[in-house]
Nanobody, 124 residues
Framework: QVRLSESGGGVVQAGGSLRLSCADSRRTFSNNGVGWFRQAPGKAREFVAAIGWRGGSPAYADSAKGRFTISREIASSTVYLQMNNLKPEDTAVYYC?????????????????WGQGTQVTVSP
């Protein structure tokens, strides 16, 4: 039912910025929480940020606090992840996911729809 399309990944120098986008072409996930997760080479997938129903209750991983901002546009069913002051350790494949509920969850088990992932590479 939900079809996610991600964009915005790329290669940047340390200290640079990127904005990731996650869109539902059917514009039907406005009542659900949405999260961003990432998986770096040799590591497990980890939580990055999440946002609740209508943009409420944003949550961030410690590594993202102060640098990343999650937001959403309800009308267009689009969620953004603005990433500033990027570091080499931010290099990973970033995934967008839609929750089963309306809250911002940090748990992967709360999400039932996942995007294809977008590569973010930060050079030293």
């Amino acid at each position: 039912q939900v079809r996610l399309s991600e964009s915005g990944g790329g290669v940047v120098q340390a200290g640079g910025s990127l904005r990731l986008s996650c869109a539902d072409s059917r514009r039907t996930f406005s009542n659900n929480g949405v999260g961003w997760f990432r998986q770096a080479p040799g590591k497990a997938r980890e939580f990055v940020a999440a946002i609740g129903w209508r943009g409420g209750s944003p949550a961030y991983a410690d590594s993202a606090k102060g640098r990343f901002t999650i937001s959403r546009e309800i009308a267009s069913s689009t969620v953004y992840l603005q990433m500033n002051n990027l570091k080499p350790e931010d290099t990973a494949v970033y995934y967008c996911a839609v929750s089963r509920s309306s809250v911002a969850s940090t748990s992967q088990s709360s999400y039932q729809y996942w995007g294809q992932g977008t590569q973010v590479t930060v050079s030293p």
